[in-house]
């Protein structure tokens, strides 16, 4: 009877690497150096690593600038919201201005030198409109134009005004020898040799004013009014040095603020 061979084992898996060359030789003549002997052995992160230390704390000095800008900022906003209120429940209306007078002397043309010489005398009414918040004037001026060329500017002193009250106000406005412009001079001379020689003067009101009542006040705002088409009419043309107001008065202003 004839013995059977013996069966080849299977072996799976794969070939050990002693077949396979390095791939990366060591070039260099000399082994690589080790480590010093005291050197900290490495260790991959987390495997025996220590632990990464808390972030530091604010310091106090920071914790307390941030409250104060949030306390500050929560003040200017219940602040703010505390003005509009009572802006929207008072609902300040800005004074009505008239010129209820005015007159010139003096007046003295020069058309060839461009020079005007005038003695204005203008009379200004204010009106509060408002039932519940005074007024108070500061910085007020007046001055007077024409042709949109300032001639002369004089202050007025500073006054207050209750509620819905009137009060009247006057300004001398004085020019020696004034200097316009070409075109100025040319127009003021032509009105004063035609028709009836009256001039058309613009005046313009300028004041800080405040409304309020007890202890509630705006803050100072600048206002402007510009009252046009103020007519001086003069005697006899060219030659009277002094007129007055003529037409419809008292003459409207337009108040802006």
């Not at 704390?57 to 914790?63: D, F, K, M, Q, Y």
């Not at 505390?82 to 008072?90: A, G």
């Amino acid at each position: 009877m004839t013995r059977l061979a013996d069966p080849i084992p299977v072996v799976t898996g794969y070939p050990t690497g002693a077949g396979y060359p390095n791939p990366y030789p060591y070039v260099y003549g000399a082994p690589p150096p080790q480590p010093p002997p005291h050197a900290v052995p490495y260790y991959p992160y987390g495997a025996g690593a220590a632990p990464l230390p808390p972030p530091p704390s604010e310091p106090r000095s920071t914790v307390f600038v941030r409250s104060l800008c949030a306390v500050m900022i929560a003040s200017f906003l219940v602040l703010f919201v505390f003005n509009l209120v009572l802006w929207l429940v008072l609902r300040p209306n800005l004074p009505e201005i008239t010129v209820s007078w005015a007159a010139v002397s003096g007046f003295n043309l020069t058309a060839a030198a461009q020079q005007l010489s005038a003695d204005f005398n203008v009379s200004l009414t204010f009106h509060n409109p408002n039932d519940k918040l005074g007024i108070d004037y500061d910085e007020i001026g007046v001055a007077v134009l024409y042709d949109s060329e300032i001639i002369s500017y004089a202050p007025i002193p500073p006054f207050y005004q209750e509620k819905g009250s009137t009060t009247a106000a006057g300004a001398r406005l004085v020019a020696v020898s004034e200097y316009l412009s070409s075109d100025a001079a040319k127009a003021m001379d032509w009105d004063r040799s035609h028709g009836d020689g009256a001039l058309s003067f613009i005046f313009r009101v300028f004041a800080r004013v405040k409304f309020g009542s007890g202890a509630w006040w705006t803050r100072g705002d600048a206002m402007r009014a510009h009252c046009k088409d103020v007519r001086i009419g003069f005697g006899n043309g060219t030659v009277a040095a002094a007129g007055a107001l003529v037409g419809p008065s008292p003459k409207n202003c337009l108040v802006l603020m």
